[in-house]
């Protein structure tokens, strides 16, 4: 099981990001996807899970109405758009995969991880 994530950078407030976690060893039917961050300083937040049973997403409270996950299982790829990105949203990005029989929006669910994108919000 292999995850590759994409596409962090600096943008400024306001302005938006994607990010891409391409995976390898594994197909996206039986594994959930989430997207976790940690800023320095501070605890991981689960920002973003998807469950691979039916669809159904999670966002953290603080991400809501900004970011949209979403899952290309012809392209093994799972995608964070993120809209209107805050100072606070700085932080390294991670994606994860979690098997499908589990609790798609636990994080302690999820057992394997990316290597993690910086993404940093600033002007």
């Known amino acids: 099981v292999q995850l590759q994530a994409s596409g962090g950078g600096l943008v400024q407030p306001g302005g938006s990001l994607t990010l891409s976690c391409a995976t390898s060893?594994?197909?996206?039917?039986?594994?959930?996807m989430g997207w976790i961050r940690q800023a320095p300083g501070n605890e991981r937040e689960g920002v973003s899970f998807i469950s691979s049973v039916d669809g159904n997403t999670y966002y953290a409270d603080s991400v809501k109405g900004r970011f949209t996950i979403s899952a290309d299982r012809a392209k093994n790829t799972v995608y964070l758009h993120m809209n209107n990105l805050k100072p606070e949203d700085t932080a390294v990005y991670y994606c994860?995969?979690?098997?499908?029989?589990?609790?798609?929006?636990?994080?302690?669910?999820?057992?394997?991880w990316g290597q993690g994108t910086l993404v940093t919000v600033s002007s």
């Open positions: 060893g594994f197909t996206l039917d039986f594994y959930n």
């Open positions: 994860a995969a979690g098997p499908r029989n589990t609790d798609y929006d636990m994080e302690y669910e999820y057992d394997y």
